[in-house]
């Protein structure tokens, strides 16, 4: 069968270097693909957000299967598309995609089925936004109502700041229509943690847990990026927790997609804080995670088209999940600058010399005449499997060294303090 995988990062790298392993695929296309996908994929120069031309090219092309990587496609309604043309896709339709593209939908969800999550307020209108302020102490946290390419949540420490915040979203329209809408939400203070679900129909199916790491320096400093480091499994998740999360969050958002008559099939990733032992959802998400997918794919033994496939028919079971034993963790190399800004261009050496257990996901990426170059502030995700996370650990930062690019960097504590802040 041919497969077509849709997006540029290191979670699609890591898609398509698992679909590669199944029998029953002969080709696989990605689009646009980065400088690692191209190696077992043939890239396609199409932008995810090219909704008609990614329809055109699976039409023409006799695809058999699409995975939809990031959410800006499905928050578009890519999934609605294809399936009007009876093509089979893996990922969330439109309406269900509002979970994650916005804010103000997603917790009124949460509010309705009682699935417990921090006080918010919503507003569109500035004046009442800043009244509104009153109503929180510091600190709070101000989110734009859409995507805004993951740049629109700001913690706010005091009021000068959160005023600021608010003028920028509603008044200067920073984030365009993105901004149209704010939510202001209680600050949590806990444990962050992250439990990605297949769902389909009635079921929702946990993942094997992980645990990325957000802060770009070492002891958790810095300001916060899309992810520099993950391990798989998360020990957070022992035998009480899961219980709490299945009986007062999976649950209730089982009778929530239900009664809201929302035919959810693909990822549901739910962001969690664990706040006195108690788990409270920060946000949803309606994709693969990135950098968890880099750990919790290598940890995949089941046939991943089949897991894919049967999501779509609703077919899906949990037994359909197998899990290696081993633990998994990823190393993100990062470009000087990033998450603020950041060169690229930058010729990478060395990938050819990491030891063969070593599994190298491509980030921000890309090859000009064979020769392999930096394309993203997030640019390289060294992963291992090992026994125990020390081991797995131990293998990638006794590697990561022979890699060299102008202005590379990364955290040498991913995994060495195995439950973080």
């Not at 909704?51 to 578009?76: R, S, W, Y």
């Not at 209108?125 to 390419?149: H, M, Q, S, W």
Request: glycine share 10%; proline share 3%; net charge negative.
């Amino acid at each position: 069968m041919k497969v077509l995988v849709i997006g540029s990062g290191g979670r699609e790298h890591a898609l398509c270097w698992k679909i590669a392993k199944s029998q029953k695929v002969s080709k696989i296309y990605c689009a646009p693909g980065n400088g690692g996908t191209g190696e077992i994929a043939e890239n396609i120069a199409i932008n995810v957000d090219e909704i008609d031309k990614l329809v055109q090219f699976a039409m023409e092309n006799h695809i058999d299967l699409t995975v939809v990587g990031p959410e800006l496609p499905l928050v578009l309604g890519i999934i609605d598309k294809f399936q009007e043309k009876g093509m089979k896709i893996f990922g969330v339709n439109k309406e269900c995609a509002k979970l994650e593209g916005s804010k103000d939908f997603s917790k009124g969800f949460m509010e309705k089925y009682n699935i417990p999550t921090a006080k918010y307020k919503t507003y569109t209108n500035l004046n009442e936004a800043i009244e509104g302020l009153r109503e929180f102490t510091y600190p709070l946290v101000i989110k734009a109502d859409g995507l805004c390419a993951g740049k629109g949540v700001v913690i706010c420490q005091s009021e000068d700041e959160a005023m600021n915040t608010l003028k920028d979203i509603l008044g200067e329209k920073i984030f365009g229509s993105e901004g149209e809408k704010v939510v202001i939400e209680e600050f949590l203070d806990g444990i962050e943690a992250s439990l990605l679900c297949v769902v389909t129909k009635d079921k929702i199916i946990p993942m094997e847990s992980a645990k990325d790491y957000k802060k770009i320096y070492e002891d958790d400093e810095g300001p916060n990026t899309g992810g520099v480091g993950c391990f798989s499994p998360s020990p957070l998740f022992d035998d009480e927790l899961n219980k709490k999360i299945e009986k007062n969050i999976l649950n209730n958002i089982r009778v929530g997609l239900d009664s809201e008559k929302m035919d959810f099939r693909g990822i549901l990733f739910i962001g969690l804080m664990i706040v006195s032992d108690e788990p409270k959802v920060l946000e949803f998400n309606v994709r693969f995670g990135d950098p968890e997918t880099e750990v919790l794919i290598p940890r995949l033994e089941s046939d991943i088209i089949d897991i894919f496939q049967n999501t779509i028919d609703g077919t899906l079971e949990k037994s359909d999940l197998i899990w290696k034993e081993k633990a998994c963790v990823t190393v993100v190399i990062t470009s000087k600058g990033y998450p603020n800004e950041y060169e690229k261009g930058f010729i990478i050496t060395g990938v050819d010399e990491l030891d063969k257990d070593i599994i190298l996901f491509h980030n921000g990426t890309k090859k000009i005449d064979r020769t392999l170059i930096t394309n993203g502030g997030r640019v390289l995700s060294i992963t291992s499997l090992g026994y125990t996370i020390e081991e797995a650990r131990k293998k990638i930062y006794s590697n990561i060294d022979k890699i060299k690019f102008d202005g590379m960097n990364y955290r040498k504590d991913i995994g060495k303090t195995i439950i973080v802040n």
